[in-house]
């Protein structure tokens, strides 16, 4: 057994920087990749674009990506945990299989990938059998939005990707996993921890935990002292040193930017946080309030103590529906009296959407410059403002009326207060909102599937 | 005397759905107690009000010197439902450091020093 396995986390959402999986592979040892590419409603954008073209629906920057670094992975023996997968695993897998044959890679790599989390061909069935999938937040049923459901995804957890990896996979794709999975995975699959190895299991979650965002743990968006923060334009992605008995260490690349500091890894470990005692996830259910952090050197940071329990007998299912639309409009008013003329604006505005008969399920304007963030926390402007950028937002489920508010803005240039610009992007989008409906299925109604291809 | 939150503690936030989560973190360990005691769920929840339309909920993570709240009914909706410039609550973090908190002169001192 590896006493010590390199975790190297290569993307924090889709839209990443696109080097930096190439940096994390060509700029020191690595034993593994971790690349995670699916926010809550990406699936329903992907399933839009498999319904226009069947071999799309998969993380598409991916493939290039592969093509990229497959050579240098293969050599050095690199594995990749990507859910690059989409609503179209074997699509996905297929592109990366034609890459590597193209790269002479033919029989030197086996693709893992790992199915079952879409349960749309299912929905009727389930909802019939009485397994409502409420929505975690607001307790409504599914039943309330079935005919506008677009995607249905169980996450699954770090199990079938170690089986992937058991079997010889060195690239393992998925669709909905957890991103803790993808750094849990490899762990399990080196380290040989069994399935109520409670502590390590989560320990192994909470290190995926810190790099599942990739740089918002060494420097990026760190408000600890940030302008003291080490060359942002170089930044060093996380890498996770793990050992077996379930401490690891977070670090970086040598001779990158950013830090590796308590502070910033202390920062990302409440991102998105609950309650700290319940961090669930398939695999188990972690306890923040245990972990234990101290350094170890320059950008070396050891986390240890960490304890968890068993995992639940649910999985979570993330749900996408059409929910109406929606758009924003801004203009940009300048001294003098700048908040007055934007505000003047958006009374104007309001005035004639009221007589033009639209109705919105909402109406949102915010003073860009004076109220946008902090609201009224941030106290009256100066007087003197320079400028402020009026900005209005509308949501309904009438497309006609949302297109039509997206004329009434630039019109307010020459038939409202003066001293306006910021119209040079044309009339606002409107945009379909693809909503998100968080649910709970009992763990025995999923089975993920998992086949490893060869090149 | 007063000292505002800057001084004692950094912080992060994001989102859950239409919940803010806001994780602030003591910049020394000896601030901890400090943001225990004054930064309450009550205390918060009037911070944020006409921002936060649900509750607060506190939760402490003594091993970090943090604490972590949930802002319920924050963000507009939340995801793509919300019509908000940061309708993924991210600058929730530096609009609770803006609160002022009452500190002894001694915990001043500690400051200061």
């Known amino acids: 057994m590896k006493q010590k396995i390199r975790i190297a986390a290569g993307q924090g959402f889709w839209g990443d920087l696109l080097d930096a999986p190439v940096r994390q592979v060509e700029g020191g040892p690595i034993d593994y990749l971790m690349l995670d590419y699916l926010a809550e409603v990406t699936m329903s954008i992907m399933q839009k674009q498999k319904a226009r073209d069947p071999n799309a629906g998969y993380a598409k920057d991916f493939v290039p990506l592969m093509r990229r670094i497959l050579p240098a992975c293969v050599e050095r023996g690199i594995k990749v945990t990507a859910n690059a997968g989409g609503v179209n695993v074997r699509g996905c897998a297929n592109a990366v299989i034609e890459s590597a044959r193209e790269l002479g890679l033919a029989g030197k790599v086996r693709i893992g990938i790992v199915t079952g989390d879409d349960i749309i061909p299912r929905l009727d069935e389930l909802l019939s059998r009485g397994i409502e999938l409420r929505n975690m937040d607001t307790g409504e049923p599914l039943s309330t939005v079935r005919d506008k459901i677009q995607s249905a995804n169980a996450y699954l957890g770090a199990w079938p990707m170690v089986e992937a990896l058991n079997q010889g996979a060195q690239i393992v794709i998925t669709g909905r996993a957890t991103d803790t999975g993808l750094t849990l995975a490899p762990m399990i699959h080196e380290f040989g921890w069994s399935n109520d190895d409670w502590n390590r299991l989560s320990a192994g979650t909470i290190a995926g935990h810190i790099i599942e965002c990739g740089a918002q743990a060494s420097g990026g968006n760190c408000q600890y002292e940030w302008r003291s923060i080490p060359n942002l334009a170089e930044v060093g992605f996380p890498i996770v040193e793990a050992s077996p008995d379930g401490t690891f260490v977070i670090t970086k690349h040598e001779r990158t930017g950013g830090w590796i500091i308590i502070p910033s890894i202390k920062e990302q470990l409440v991102y998105e946080m609950g309650d700290p005692r319940e961090y669930i996830t398939p695999d188990c259910v972690a306890d923040f309030t245990t972990i234990r952090l101290e350094y170890e050197g320059r950008d070396r940071v050891r986390v240890f103590g960490i304890e968890g329990r068993p995992a639940t007998e649910f999985l979570k299912v993330s749900i996408s529906y059409s929910a109406g639309f929606k758009a924003v409009g801004t203009l940009v008013y300048a001294w003098p009296d700048a908040y007055d003329k934007a505000q003047a604006a958006d009374r104007i505005l309001r005035r004639r959407l009221e007589r033009l008969g639209l109705e919105f399920d909402q109406v949102l304007t915010e003073f860009v410059g004076v109220n946008a963030t902090h609201g009224r926390l941030a106290g009256p402007p100066r007087a003197d403002i320079p400028e402020v950028q009026l900005r209005v937002g509308v949501r309904g489920q009438d497309r006609n009326a949302v297109e039509r508010f997206t004329k009434e803005i630039a019109p307010l240039i020459l038939t409202g207060p003066p001293a306006v610009t910021g119209f040079a992007g044309g009339r606002p989008k409107v945009e379909e909102i693809v909503a998100y409906w968080p649910a709970l299925i009992p763990k025995e109604e999923i089975t993920p599937v998992v086949e490893v291809l060869n090149t | ?113």
Not at chain 2, 83 to 107: C, W, Y
């Open chain 2, 1 to 113: 005397m007063k000292v505002q939150l800057t001084k004692l503690a950094h912080a992060r936030s994001g989102d859950k759905g239409d919940t803010a989560n806001v994780g602030l973190i003591a910049l020394e360990e000896k601030f901890y107690p400090i943001l225990v005691r004054e930064v309450t769920a009550e205390r918060v929840k009037e911070h944020f009000k006409g921002i936060c339309h649900g509750e607060v909920e506190r939760f402490e993570l003594p091993n970090i010197g943090a604490l972590n709240f949930l802002l319920h009914e924050s963000l507009g909706g939340g995801g793509t439902l919300s019509l908000m410039t940061d309708a993924q609550g991210k600058t929730f973090s530096t609009a609770l450091l803006r609160m002022d908190v009452e500190v002894t002169d001694q915990e001043a001192g500690d400051l200061h020093g």
